[in-house]
């Protein structure tokens, strides 16, 4: 199946520092990538659908100044976590699709394991 | 209400034996239904797609009734390896809808 890189899988930052996670899809293009949230034993919650060349549509909650996406390419986005906070700890996790096989499997990052101290 | 719920389970069940998950959709506009496992701090990593003429895949066996907007996964003679959280997932345009997931620990 594709494959979808994220990096890093785990990073510890410093309250009021920012984090940037990056999402390669590395044998197919993605128009489109979601980034999800999840905190322990809960759901996966979409956080925003990030539009390759144009802006990224964010779910409703989600503050779009706080949780910056670049879709500068048909391989790359960029989830950058600004002035992160301990409650911004959480497993963060992108998915993209294969424009190409139409809407099937979608494949996902490996996840990125944030924590804010 | 929450447009995916799953009963969150633990189901701890022994080896062999037969297990079946339920889910409820609210939204009758969804295109598409997945069942997804997920591993303890793992990515979540499709296990099978759910059609409405139901569909096998080895020991697993997905159904999805859109008239009830309910969707199944049974799974026959569970093995060790099948202890995992499985998440039921629903396609609406082109992002994916989670449940809280079902959390499945079969024993020795």
């Known amino acids: 199946g594709a494959v979808v890189s994220q990096h890093p899988s785990r990073v510890i930052c410093k309250s009021g520092t920012s984090v940037k996670i990056e999402c390669r899809s590395l044998d197919f293009q993605a128009t489109t990538m979601f980034w999800y949230r999840q905190f322990p034993k809960k759901s996966l919650m979409l956080m925003a659908t990030s539009n390759e060349g144009s802006k990224a549509t964010y779910e409703q909650g989600v503050e779009k100044d706080k949780f910056l996406i670049n879709h500068a390419s048909l391989t790359l986005s960029t989830l950058t976590v600004t002035s992160a906070h301990p409650e911004d700890s959480s497993f963060y996790i992108c998915?993209?699709?294969?424009?190409?096989?139409?809407?099937?499997?979608?494949?996902f990052g490996q996840g990125t394991r944030l924590t804010v101290v | 209400r929450k447009e995916v719920e799953q009963d969150p389970g633990p189901f701890n069940v022994p080896e062999g034996a037969t297990v079946a998950f339920n889910c409820t959709y609210s939204?009758?506009?969804?295109?598409?239904f997945f069942w997804y496992r997920q591993d303890c701090r793992k990515e979540p990593k499709l296990l099978m797609s759910?059609?409405?003429s139901g569909n096998e895949d080895g020991r697993f066996t997905a159904q999805l009734n859109r008239a009830s907007q309910y969707i199944s996964l049974l799974i026959r003679d569970s093995k060790l390896s099948d202890s995992a959280t499985y998440l039921c997932v629903v396609n609406r345009w082109r992002a994916l809808t989670f449940g809280s997931g079902t959390r499945l620990q079969v024993q020795p």
């Open positions: 759910v059609y409405s």
């Open positions: 998915s993209a699709r294969d424009k190409n096989r139409g809407d099937t499997e979608a494949f």
């Open positions: 939204n009758s506009a969804s295109q598409s």
